[in-house]
């Protein structure tokens, strides 16, 4: 029974666990962080954690500073991004301003572990430059988590439907223009967000129902970008609530 609240194994690729309200599915997601980042820094004396944008994360990333403000060491805690849009750092669409004004810029992490995706007029080179950081911070360490959504369009970080950044292979941190608004993102691949001892996938809310079992149900080249998140070796980790898997059945499940 999928939606029982416990972890699932939905294929080879990902588990996915459903809480019966949002309150509790932003409750699990905020506790999952945090324990993600205490074995991470209690193993390697670290936590990378690239954060997701949009709306979704940000009862998370308050109730993260809220309830667990006492539960990790922030020094050790380097803040990334997904994904970003091409607005100032300081605009109400930045997924940085988002994270930060939840509460992270309450957070005692050293500013210098703050790592946004800058986004100069030449989105080409800033997303180089960003990759330049990513190299230069991490060393040869994934990320310890890495954190998305999903657009009711199956998109994932700004990995939109027949966008040219779906193709690459080499590159962690590529330009990308949204197809149907010609606006410019910057973005993880595919492999960037593969590099990462873990993946989540949060979806809550009735408006991501009919895109779940779309998403979870095909190939990994479908014309969902969001399917072909999580590996054998990386399992992706669906964190939903019920009323965004509403139309998932047991017998969907592999
Ligand atoms: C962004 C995000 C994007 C987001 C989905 C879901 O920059 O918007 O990275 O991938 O996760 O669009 O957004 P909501 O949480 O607002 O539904």
Redesign the pocket.
């Not at 997701?52 to 994360?57: F, K, M």
């Given at each position: 029974m999928i939606l029982d609240g416990s972890i699932h194994s939905w294929d080879e690729r990902r588990d996915i666990i459903a809480l019966s309200t949002e309150e509790e599915a932003v409750a699990f997601a905020a506790e999952h962080w945090i324990h993600t980042a205490q074995r991470a820094i209690q193993q390697k004396g670290h936590f990378f954690v690239a954060l997701?944008?949009?709306?979704?994360?940000q009862k998370i990333y308050a109730q993260i500073v809220s309830r667990y403000k006492d539960a990790i060491d922030w020094t050790k805690v380097h803040l990334f991004w997904?994904?970003?849009?091409d607005v100032p750092l300081n605009h109400t669409e930045s997924?940085y301003y988002m994270a930060m004004e939840s509460g992270f810029k309450t957070l005692p992490i050293p500013p210098n572990q703050i790592h946004p995706m800058r986004t100069k007029a030449d989105t080409v080179a800033s997303a180089a430059d960003y990759e330049d950081l990513l190299h230069r911070i991490l060393g040869p360490s994934p990320f310890d988590l890495v954190m998305?959504?999903?657009?009711?369009d199956g998109?994932?970080?700004?990995?939109f439907p027949h966008s040219l950044a779906l193709q690459e292979e080499e590159k962690w941190v590529v330009s990308n223009t949204i197809p149907t608004t010609e606006k410019k993102?910057i973005?993880f691949s595919f492999k960037a967000i593969h590099h990462s001892a873990r993946i989540e996938i949060?979806v809550?809310?009735q408006?991501?129902q009919a895109i779940v079992p779309l998403v979870l149900n095909s190939a990994i080249r479908s014309p969902f970008p969001a399917s072909a998140i999580g590996t054998n070796e990386v399992k992706a980790l669906w964190i939903l609530d019920r009323a965004a898997a509403h139309l998932l059945s047991d017998s969907e499940r592999s």
């Open positions: 997701s944008g949009g709306s979704t994360p997904s994904d970003e849009r997924n998305l959504g999903i657009g009711e998109h994932t970080a700004s990995l993102r973005t949060l809550i809310g408006s991501k």
